[in-house]
């Protein structure tokens, strides 16, 4: 069943598939930082204000996942911040993240070695987004 | 992005730095999948990027984006060789087997190769 994007209900699905993924748990082995997605507001889109998704990743797993206010979220080690459509691109893999990033698509905060050394995990948190179903707000 | 990194690299690890210091080269870098590249200008330890590929270019790496990461995270082994024998190295050597990793300029410009990688490197 479809769950409302960046809802409290998807935040747990997401720390789910993360922590099934066998994939992940191998490529983020040493992964020891906190990760911020900083979600912009698009009034148009029917998100009004900017959200944050925080994220307690260690060791290949997923200690954590929670939504909450921007600020929270750009208090992370590192800080990944796009326009909410730009992160529905990114879910619906109209866009692929790494693309995305070498492009300024997505903007970057945070040791830029560190997360290129992770690339493969990154990628495959990607990919666990989008195998939770959503409603998108702007399609509501 | 790829300017970033390099200056991140160059700062957290001493050991990149005598390589950055040394270098004077132009290399491009297109990112085949975006159709967009960037112009790496080494003049001995400073670096101006340019967006786009610029005229006179040493080195120009061509490869889709997944590439140019792999790029970064090749390891350096014995007398400062990027390792190809790794499963990342192995990644990297197919693709240029495959012609899906273009290397124009490289007769000649060998060891500029070696030093770019050994300075974009973060494994």
Redesign the interface.
């Known amino acids: 069943m479809a769950v409302d994007a960046f809802s409290d209900e998807w935040a747990i699905r997401f720390k789910d598939e993360v922590n099934k993924s066998s994939v992940y748990k191998a490529a983020a082995k040493g992964w020891k930082w906190t990760v911020g997605l900083v979600i912009e507001a698009e009034p148009d889109k029917n998100v009004p204000e900017s959200l944050g998704v925080v994220m307690d990743l260690f060791d290949g797993e997923a200690r954590d996942i929670h939504v909450g206010p921007a600020s929270e979220a750009q208090g992370c080690q590192f800080v990944i911040t796009a326009p909410y459509s730009r992160w529905k691109q990114v879910a619906t893999k109209e866009l692929?993240a790494?693309?995305g990033?070498?492009?300024?698509k997505l903007k970057?905060k945070g040791?830029?070695?560190?997360i290129?050394?992770y690339?493969k995990a990154s990628q495959e948190l990607t990919e666990c987004t989008t195998r939770v179903p959503v409603q998108w707000p702007d399609e509501k | 992005?790829?300017g970033?990194?390099i200056e991140?690299?160059v700062e957290?690890?001493p050991e990149k730095q005598k390589d950055f210091e040394s270098l004077a080269a132009k290399v491009g870098i297109f990112?085949t999948?975006?159709d967009?590249g960037v112009t790496l200008d080494f003049r001995s330890g400073s670096l101006v990027v340019h967006n786009g590929l610029e005229p006179k270019r040493d080195i120009t790496i061509r490869a889709e984006?997944?590439t140019?990461?792999?790029l970064?995270?090749l390891k350096i082994g014995l007398f400062g060789m990027p390792v190809y024998y790794d499963e990342v190295g192995r990644g990297v050597a197919l693709k240029l087997l495959q012609g899906k990793l273009r290397i124009d300029g490289l007769l000649g410009n060998f060891a500029t190769l070696n030093t770019v990688t050994r300075i974009f490197s973060?494994?």
Do not use: F, Y
Request: charged letters at 20%.
């Open positions: 692929d790494t693309k990033m070498l492009q300024g970057l040791d830029l070695p560190t290129v050394r690339t | 992005m790829l970033g990194l991140a690299n957290s690890r990112v999948d975006i967009e984006a997944g140019v990461m792999s970064s995270n973060v494994a």
